[in-house]
């Protein structure tokens, strides 16, 4: 029997300004009937809002385990080996980018099927293209640690890497983490490293800054306060 195809649908970054679909995810979102979500809620408002004389409660959403990503991922996948195409999506943005999807990836590979990723906003990408730093070197870090002597000493590795290697380095932060995470880098990086947030990114308030760290340090963080954003640096 043929196996299906995995599609990584794209999703946008807020809910408060969707923005354009592309034409080809938004017509995977209307024909597929099996997908693999982060949030089953979520992905079902998602689909919805993109087609919305589509009946929902028919579809067959597979919800990975937030604890344990990797448990199940097998079963969930068993559709495309029946030859049924299947869509995972993130909860926002790229799937598998800083996601638990690339964990479904993985395992397609492993199965000998076909991954179709589709066009979408990636936060990250977006940042740098913003920033004005190195976009030919660049490495995403995920998140650094949360107590602060161990984030001094990563914010510190990242900014020796960064001038050495000549490249940008880019990371992300529990919005509820950012107040501390820019105090820290506020005293932890030298004055002239250049330092950037991307806050918002394709909302209305979307904020991006980029300048040096002693231009920060005269800056009222609060504005980035609980709110999604992408850090980046450049040494």
Known sequence: MKKGKLFLLPTTLTEEAPGPIAPDALAALG???FFIVERARTARRYIKSC???RDISSLQIAELDKRNPEEGISSMLAPLLEGNDLGVISEAGCPGVADPGALVVAKAHELGIQVVPLV???????????SGMNGQSFRFNGYLPAKKPELQTALKKLEQSSSKQKQTEIWIETPYRNIQMLETAMQSLAPNTRFCIAANLTAENETIISKSIKSWKATDFEHFHKVP?????EG
Do not use: N, T
């Open 31 to 33: 024909r597929l009937e």
């Open 51 to 53: 087609h919305p004389s």
């Open 120 to 130: 979408g906003p990636s936060s990250i990408l977006l940042a740098l293209m913003a």
């Open 229 to 233: 954003a992408i850090f980046l640096l």
